[in-house]
């Protein structure tokens, strides 16, 4: 169930996805998006995700704020795949600055926490499944069930940023790029249209 939630393509997975095609600081990207999904998936299994159920408002700023920040990220993805000068992957440095590893680690925090979907997947549908599985199992069933639920994550975005690589011959074509950042785009402004549209 942890990998059915985690492996749906939505803005984290196509944003390790390019770092990992880019060869820019993937285990930065990895490490980011493992260590946040086992502790959201933590807190989901202590109980946290009835409490957030019971507090709407939470939802309601999570929902328009991850929509704002899906959309502005929406359009500097369509930036790119227009901008006759596109990067190629051949084009890709290996190591970048401090500096840039600090822009992909924010950029990537924020496709993270500010997206509301992650805390519905994470907290409260894996920590409600987590609590019956307790119910029915005993109190330790939830943490096993988690446990597996975060081993999934981490096994997933290791994958994804290392796996990465086998498709840079594709995206040695500029053309792949254009491909990849329009659809990045699209996917980032239906989310973002989905979270305004239909209530949480």
């Given at each position: 169930?942890?990998?059915?939630?985690?492996?749906?393509?939505?803005?984290?997975?196509?944003?390790?996805?390019?770092?990992?095609l880019r060869r820019e600081h993937v285990v930065?990207?990895?490490?980011?998006?493992?260590?946040?999904?086992?502790?959201?998936?933590?807190?989901?299994?202590?109980?946290?995700?009835?409490?957030?159920?019971?507090?709407?408002?939470?939802?309601?700023?999570?929902?328009?704020?991850?929509?704002?920040?899906?959309?502005?990220?929406?359009l500097m993805a369509l930036r790119r795949a227009?901008?006759?000068?596109?990067?190629?992957?051949?084009?890709?440095?290996?190591?970048?600055?401090?500096?840039?590893?600090?822009?992909?680690?924010?950029?990537?925090?924020?496709?993270?926490?500010?997206?509301?979907?992650?805390?519905?997947?994470?907290?409260?549908?894996?920590?409600?499944?987590?609590?019956?599985?307790?119910?029915?199992?005993?109190?330790?069933?939830?943490?096993?069930?988690?446990?597996?639920?975060?081993?999934?994550?981490?096994?997933?975005?290791?994958?994804?940023?290392?796996?990465?690589?086998?498709?840079?011959?594709?995206?040695?074509?500029?053309?792949?790029?254009?491909?990849?950042?329009?659809?990045?785009?699209?996917?980032?402004?239906?989310?973002?249209?989905?979270?305004?549209?239909?209530?949480?």
């Amino acid at each position: 169930m942890g990998l059915s939630l985690i492996v749906s393509i939505g803005a984290q997975n196509a944003f390790v996805l390019r770092q990992g095609l880019r060869r820019e600081h993937v285990v930065a990207c990895v490490a980011v998006c493992a260590v946040s999904d086992v502790l959201l998936i933590l807190v989901g299994v202590a109980g946290f995700g009835s409490l957030v159920a019971g507090t709407p408002w939470v939802l309601q700023v999570a929902r328009f704020g991850g929509a704002a920040f899906l959309a502005a990220f929406g359009l500097m993805a369509l930036r790119r795949a227009v901008r006759p000068a596109a990067l190629t992957a051949a084009d890709a440095p290996v190591e970048r600055s401090a500096a840039g590893r600090t822009g992909v680690v924010l950029t990537l925090l924020g496709l993270t926490w500010l997206n509301p979907q992650v805390y519905l997947e994470t907290i409260v549908l894996l920590g409600s499944v987590a609590a019956t599985q307790g119910e029915q199992h005993g109190p330790a069933a939830r943490w096993y069930f988690g446990g597996g639920a975060m081993v999934a994550s981490v096994l997933w975005f290791s994958a994804l940023g290392a796996g990465a690589r086998l498709l840079r011959p594709l995206f040695a074509r500029p053309s792949a790029w254009r491909v990849l950042d329009g659809a990045v785009a699209a996917m980032m402004f239906a989310l973002a249209a989905l979270l305004v549209l239909h209530p949480l």
